[in-house]
């Protein structure tokens, strides 16, 4: 949504299906290839924000969690379908999003993964609670909050497939995680 000659930066959006039991039953329910987005800041993977377990090991709790692919849930799941994509942002949308992650961070406890609101949203049940969130609700009003994205429903409706649907998004890889953390310093997107 940058207008011509407006400074830009780049997010970067990651989709992927671990093989964890959530995920499985998300997979299994709804038949689509990824059941968890993060937003990023960067195309070395390094950096990415969502909501998800806390611990690689347990379930539970999960929040808002600052991932890795070298780090947690991800490094365990090298075999993991993903597809991280680019899309240029506003400058000011860019540091407003940065803002936010780095007021959230220290006060990352308060914030907790919606269980229920993930159940929900499968029935197409839009329920929302405070501080509490599953990943693509929290992307989805994220970048709705900045201008980035036009919601067409509610956050709390949103699958991780339904960003792939903005203009804006720019495929930079497609596969496993193992081999996105292989390419992920040569990524040309």
């Given at each position: 949504m940058a207008k011509k000659n407006q400074e830009t930066r780049e997010l970067y959006i990651l989709l992927l299906r671990t093989q964890s039991l959530l995920s499985r039953v998300?997979?299994?329910?709804?038949?689509?290839?990824?059941?968890h987005i993060s937003i990023g800041f960067s195309g070395d993977c390094t950096q990415f924000y969502s909501f998800a377990r806390r611990y690689a090991r347990l379930?539970?709790?999960?929040?808002?969690?600052?991932e890795s692919i070298e780090s947690g849930m991800m490094a365990r799941?090298?075999?993991?379908?993903?597809?991280?994509?680019?899309m240029e942002v506003p400058a000011q949308s860019y540091r407003a999003i940065r803002?936010?992650?780095?007021?959230?961070?220290?006060?990352?406890?308060?914030?907790?993964?919606?269980?229920?609101?993930?159940?929900?949203?499968?029935?197409?049940?839009?329920?929302?609670r405070r501080n509490k969130y599953f990943c693509s609700q929290f992307v989805a009003e994220t970048l709705n909050e900045v201008g980035v994205m036009e919601l067409t429903k509610s956050p709390e409706l949103y699958h991780p497939v339904d960003f792939l649907s903005l203009p804006e998004m720019e495929l930079c890889y497609e596969g496993t995680l193992?081999?996105?953390?292989q390419?992920?310093?040569?990524?040309a997107c």
């Amino acid at each position: 949504m940058a207008k011509k000659n407006q400074e830009t930066r780049e997010l970067y959006i990651l989709l992927l299906r671990t093989q964890s039991l959530l995920s499985r039953v998300i997979h299994i329910a709804t038949k689509e290839p990824y059941t968890h987005i993060s937003i990023g800041f960067s195309g070395d993977c390094t950096q990415f924000y969502s909501f998800a377990r806390r611990y690689a090991r347990l379930p539970l709790p999960a929040g808002f969690v600052h991932e890795s692919i070298e780090s947690g849930m991800m490094a365990r799941s090298k075999d993991a379908p993903c597809a991280l994509y680019r899309m240029e942002v506003p400058a000011q949308s860019y540091r407003a999003i940065r803002r936010k992650f780095k007021k959230m961070l220290p006060i990352q406890k308060r914030f907790q993964y919606s269980v229920l609101g993930t159940f929900l949203c499968f029935f197409g049940i839009a329920y929302k609670r405070r501080n509490k969130y599953f990943c693509s609700q929290f992307v989805a009003e994220t970048l709705n909050e900045v201008g980035v994205m036009e919601l067409t429903k509610s956050p709390e409706l949103y699958h991780p497939v339904d960003f792939l649907s903005l203009p804006e998004m720019e495929l930079c890889y497609e596969g496993t995680l193992g081999g996105l953390a292989q390419k992920r310093f040569a990524l040309a997107c």
